[in-house]
Structure formats: structure tokens, C-alpha cells
């Protein structure tokens, strides 16, 4: 004998193969939940970031005295000064814009009114920016459940 020893139960090999296979089951199982997440959080986070460049583009004293117009497309709103293109910004694919839209902002501050709307299938919900008349590049942002 070469010194195997004949014990019931399973090797290392097959106790590998069983747990990749009960992982990437589950990993099936939880793609739903896991995938809504993921949405959530990339909606989340494409608003925060346009938050952080409308802030940047309207407020900045540097772009004070300039033309400014943010475009609102399928897949990206991009921040225009005076006539060239400072920032680009994708759109999430599970946000469906349901207007092309443009928000100017005149030299003296002021912000046309527009309101964007995006649809959230997943997400269960609509998302609005809305933009105010007025100085200061004021706008407001609700989700509306549906």
C-alpha cells in the first residue's frame, strides 16, 4: 500500500468544483436584485456628477460673462461655453430622456426655464430636473414614483 487511506467523503478537487458551482447558481439567482443596484447606483451617481458640473460650469466666476448651454441628448448632456465643449457627461442606459432639450445660461446669469425629464424602468420612477428662471443657475430635482 502506498499509503491512501480509503476514507468516505470528498476530495479537495470536488468540493472546488461543487462550490464554483453552488457561486455562480447563486450569482443567476441574484442577478435580478444585484442588477437594480447597480442601476440605482449609476442614476445616482450621473446625478451627483451633473450636479458637480452644472455647479461648476454656472457658478464659476472664471466662465462669469459667458454664453453658456447645457444639452440634453439621449446619451449625454454636455456643458457648452461659449461655443466649445467643456464637459460631456454619458447617460446612463437605463435612463430614457423623454425630450431633447437645452437649458441656456445668458452672460448675466440668468437660466431659461426648462424642465428634462428621464424615465427609470427599472428604477420604477421618473427622474426631473427643473430649471427655474431667474439668477444663480437655480434648478430643482425630484423623482417622482410611479
Not at 40 to 57: M, P
Not at 69 to 89: A, G, L, M, S, W
Amino acid at each position: 500500500m502506498t499509503g491512501r487511506r480509503n476514507k468516505p467523503g470528498f476530495t479537495l478537487i470536488e468540493t472546488t468544483i461543487v462550490l464554483l458551482i453552488v457561486i455562480i447558481l447563486a450569482g443567476m439567482v441574484a442577478g435580478g436584485p444585484g442588477k437594480r443596484w447597480q442601476v440605482v447606483w449609476q442614476e445616482r451617481w450621473f446625478f451627483k456628477r451633473f450636479n458637480a458640473t452644472w455647479v461648476e460650469t454656472v457658478t464659476n466666476p472664471r466662465l462669469l460673462q459667458t454664453d453658456r448651454t447645457i444639452v440634453f441628448t439621449k446619451k449625454q448632456v454636455r456643458f457648452i461655453v461659449e461655443r466649445c465643449e467643456r464637459h460631456v457627461i454619458a447617460v446612463p442606459a437605463s435612463l430614457h430622456l423623454l425630450r431633447y432639450q437645452v437649458v441656456k445660461v445668458a452672460p448675466s446669469g440668468s437660466v431659461t426655464p426648462a424642465t428634462v425629464c428621464y424615465q427609470s424602468p427599472l428604477s420604477g420612477c421618473n427622474k426631473v430636473l427643473v430649471f427655474q428662471l431667474g439668477y444663480g443657475g437655480q434648478y430643482k430635482y425630484e423623482e417622482i414614483r410611479r
